[in-house]
């Protein structure tokens, strides 16, 4: 596919979930420096909230979310776009070769965010995310390449993880979601974790991050800062 002048028009295969997808285009704004409307990143979101539960895909018990996936990828190739962003960590267990196969560069949320904690001198991260995603091991193959140790939840603060991730795609996690997320981060920190990493879209919009003593990663902001980069031409400056 043949480069278009000027900024390349991002697809951002989104609806999983609605509110992440709702977050991450926002952070897409704010992360653009843009004296205008023109200066922005052009954008088409494929919004479908219908994809099967990525997680219990890769947990085995769930459908396979891949032909979902694969019809979003086309529609948003059909539409011209160039660049993928998938504001969706577990997706990431399936989107890689579904964007090969359509021709679009895809940002890796897992990518960006390991750069960025090995660019920051991390030596350990707790990470927060999916029993799908901790089971695939995205983020821990990623950091170890690195160089950087992988805290994880035990059993039983993986079940309020996903307590509370559901509770957010429900419609919003309650005190108690929130203070697990908080106990659970702390937790990891004892463990050694020098930073957490929100390796969910939802948990970023419960995590109460000024409780946690180490900085907190949010992998859709730094998708964001990496989106703009890429589909604008401009190099990064800033790691974290």
């Known amino acids: 596919m043949s480069?278009?002048?000027?900024?390349?028009?991002?697809?951002?295969?989104?609806g999983m979930g609605p509110a992440a997808t709702v977050d991450f285009y926002g952070k897409l704004v704010e992360?653009?420096?843009?004296?205008c409307d023109q200066g922005h990143v052009p954008v088409v979101i494929w919004g479908d909230p219908r994809v099967p539960d990525r997680s219990l895909s890769l947990l085995g018990a769930g459908e396979d979310p891949t032909p979902h996936l694969r019809r979003g990828i086309a529609a948003l190739r059909e539409a011209g776009c160039e660049v993928l962003a998938v504001p969706c960590n577990t997706a990431h267990a399936f989107v890689p070769p579904l964007a090969e196969?359509?021709?679009?560069e895809l940002v890796s949320i897992v990518e960006v965010t390991a750069d960025a904690l090995a660019a920051d001198g991390a030596r350990a991260a707790g990470v927060l995310a999916t029993s799908g995603t901790l089971r695939a091991g995205l983020y821990g193959e990623a950091l170890r390449r690195r160089g950087v140790t992988v805290v994880e939840p035990d059993e039983a603060g993986q079940r309020?993880?996903?307590?509370?991730?559901?509770?957010?795609?429900?419609?919003g996690?309650?005190?108690?979601?929130?203070?697990?997320?908080?106990?659970?981060?702390l937790d990891l920190v004892g463990r050694g974790a020098e930073r957490i990493v929100t390796a969910c879209t939802e948990i970023v919009l419960a995590l109460?991050?000024?409780?946690?003593?180490?900085?907190?990663?949010?992998?859709?902001?730094?998708?964001?800062?990496?989106?703009?980069?890429?589909?604008?031409?401009?190099?990064?400056?800033?790691?974290?």
């Open 31 to 35: 992360e653009t420096a843009a004296p």
């Open 101 to 104: 196969e359509a021709g679009l």
């Open 173 to 185: 996690a309650g005190p108690g979601d929130r203070r697990a997320l908080v106990e659970v981060s």
């Open 160 to 171: 309020r993880v996903m307590a509370a991730i559901t509770a957010v795609k429900g419609g």
């Open 3 to 14: 480069r278009s002048p000027g900024p390349r028009l991002v697809g951002v295969l989104g």
């Open 208 to 240: 109460e991050t000024a409780l946690v003593p180490v900085p907190v990663l949010d992998p859709a902001r730094l998708l964001a800062r990496r989106v703009a980069a890429v589909a604008l031409g401009r190099t990064l400056n800033r790691a974290v």
